[in-house]
């Protein structure tokens, strides 16, 4: 499949690191010969420097031969223009745009077809999304929804005096109390494929497979304190924050926004009238000391500079905030960001990545393509979930009968509203939905493609 990216920034070199591994025919359009030459040392990609809504450009691209366009420039109406015009040379293709304005939303879903959009992506919405669910949830580190929003893959770390500290996964049941399973550790930085005898240490990220309505249930029997978060102080007045913001005040939660721009704070204080706008510095102690920031339910910081959300995160930590949320964006994940408490850490531009790489992978096995692609455990493991249909092999077949594909594991199967976390004497069948995690090298296209 032919792909041009438009647009070499944090989101499109996210998205030719991705795309490359799986082996894609490449080409990155940039007006900038730095950042063309910096990836083109990276990865295998064709490189066109120019203006990507130009007709001249998108050709040299080979934009009539190609099949999606993916358009992440930090303009949303470059974005738009380029879609458009590519769309016009090559009605076939494909496109998807970033658009990140929220003015632009009801418009852009009203005119999709006029624009030639096949989806349109937003990192800061789905970062916001993202941040809400887990405010929600206190105690999980990170969140991802499968089966409808029927089942997740919950991370949560071991900290010292945890009481899953030395437990074998074997005899997890008999402390969590339900019917959870551990699909996936990090240790050191190196994600594992557990099996049932393996021991639990302090320091370990885990990611666990469970019914969401045993959520409350596995954080209640590991001792994990949660209350509704009643406040919440958000640091940065950009677009993850004003999105955020609007999920949390719709809830009835007391919202405090610091933004050290002040016309930037008479735009959030108008447009967010049930939220408390504040003008200052949030990396000042007295500032944020007499905002109480130690009675906070929550701290989420998302200025636009990676440090400055690390200090800060750090700093809410020493206060005993008890939950706290780190936005980044352009550090990477490292054992240097994960052994630091910044609590929960988004990824906007992985957040935007992921749903791009899943609609490709739909366009190349549109049949038994899979329904969701989840990067887990630091990106080196995933979670996929697909449909079992006419094509599917095996169904009604014990699992422990299949010859399954090593490192490859069925984390649940969902027939028909209820979700089994599976044995041995577990059977799919057709109209079940499976979640299998693998790691991410491997690239399930289809179910089959687990059968030995």
């Known amino acids: 499949m032919k792909i041009i990216v438009a647009g070499g920034g944090k989101v499109g070199a996210a998205l030719i690191r991705q795309l490359s591994s799986e082996g894609?025919?490449?080409?990155?359009?940039?007006?900038?010969?730095?950042?063309?030459?910096?990836?083109?040392?990276?990865?295998?990609?064709?490189?066109?420097?120019?203006?990507?809504?130009?007709?001249?450009?998108?050709?040299?691209?080979?934009?009539?031969?190609?099949?999606?366009?993916?358009?992440?420039?930090?303009?949303?109406?470059?974005?738009l223009l380029c879609c458009m015009t590519a769309h016009t040379l090559n009605p076939r293709l494909h496109t998807i745009a970033r658009i990140r304005n929220p003015e632009y939303t009801d418009q852009i879903y009203r005119m999709r077809?006029?624009?030639?959009?096949?989806?349109?992506?937003?990192?800061?919405?789905?970062?916001?999304v993202e941040i809400h669910r887990l405010l929600k949830y206190p105690?999980?580190?990170?969140?991802?929804?499968?089966?409808?929003?029927?089942?997740?893959?919950?991370?949560?770390?071991?900290?010292?005096?945890?009481?899953?500290?030395?437990?074998?996964?074997?005899?997890?049941?008999?402390?969590?109390?339900?019917?959870?399973?551990?699909?996936?550790?990090?240790?050191?930085?190196?994600?594992?494929?557990?099996?049932?005898?393996?021991?639990?240490?302090?320091?370990?990220?885990?990611?666990?497979t469970a019914p969401t309505e045993s959520l409350?249930?596995?954080?209640?029997?590991?001792?994990?304190?949660?209350?509704?978060?009643?406040?919440?102080?958000?640091?940065?007045?950009g677009r993850v924050s004003y999105y955020l913001a609007?999920?949390?005040?719709?809830?009835?939660?007391?919202?405090?926004?610091?933004?050290?721009?002040?016309?930037?704070?008479?735009?959030?204080?108008?447009?967010?009238?049930?939220?408390?706008?504040?003008?200052?510095?949030?990396?000042?102690?007295?500032?944020?000391?007499?905002?109480?920031?130690?009675?906070?339910?929550?701290?989420?910081?998302?200025?636009?500079?990676?440090?400055?959300?690390?200090?800060?995160?750090?700093?809410g930590n020493s206060r005993g905030v008890p939950q706290i949320v780190t936005k980044l964006g352009r550090m990477e994940s490292t054992g240097i960001v994960d052994d630091l408490p910044l609590g929960s850490v988004i990824y906007p531009k992985e957040l935007c990545s992921n749903t791009i790489v899943r609609y490709v992978r739909a366009m190349q096995n549109q049949a038994g393509a899979a329904i969701s692609v989840h990067a887990i455990a630091d990106g080196q493991m995933e979670a996929?979930?697909?449909?079992?249909?006419?094509?599917?092999?095996h169904c009604g077949v014990p699992l422990k009968d299949l010859q399954i594909k090593p490192n490859v594991l069925i984390a649940s199967i969902n027939r028909g509203g209820k979700t089994e976390i599976p044995g041995g004497n577990s059977c799919f069948y057709k109209g079940d939905t499976i979640i299998l995690v693998t790691p991410s090298h491997r690239h399930l296209l289809q179910l089959n493609d687990i059968f030995a």
């Open 24 to 79: 894609y025919d490449l080409t990155l359009i940039d007006v900038n010969t730095s950042v063309l030459e910096h990836t083109m040392n990276l990865y295998d990609v064709m490189a066109v420097q120019g203006n990507c809504a130009t007709m001249s450009v998108l050709k040299q691209a080979g934009v009539e031969e190609a099949d999606l366009l993916i358009a992440v420039t930090n303009a949303d109406e470059m974005n």
């Open 113 to 128: 077809s006029s624009f030639g959009l096949s989806l349109t992506v937003n990192p800061e919405k789905q970062a916001a």
């Open 139 to 208: 105690g999980f580190l990170r969140r991802e929804t499968f089966a409808k929003g029927r089942v997740e893959i919950v991370e949560l770390r071991i900290d010292r005096g945890s009481k899953l500290c030395n437990v074998t996964l074997g005899t997890l049941g008999s402390v969590v109390k339900c019917r959870v399973l551990v699909c996936a550790v990090l240790r050191d930085g190196t994600a594992i494929a557990p099996s049932g005898n393996f021991s639990l240490q302090e320091g370990d990220r885990i990611f666990v």
């Open 216 to 237: 409350t249930v596995l954080l209640r029997n590991l001792g994990v304190i949660t209350r509704p978060v009643k406040r919440a102080i958000l640091c940065g007045g």
């Open 246 to 315: 609007q999920l949390l005040a719709r809830d009835g939660v007391s919202v405090q926004l610091i933004e050290r721009h002040h016309e930037r704070c008479v735009e959030l204080a108008t447009a967010l009238p049930n939220v408390r706008v504040l003008h200052g510095d949030a990396t000042s102690q007295a500032l944020l000391e007499s905002e109480n920031v130690s009675s906070a339910d929550a701290l989420v910081t998302l200025t636009g500079l990676d440090e400055l959300n690390m200090v800060i995160s750090l700093y």
């Open 384 to 393: 996929v979930e697909f449909l079992v249909d006419d094509t599917t092999l």
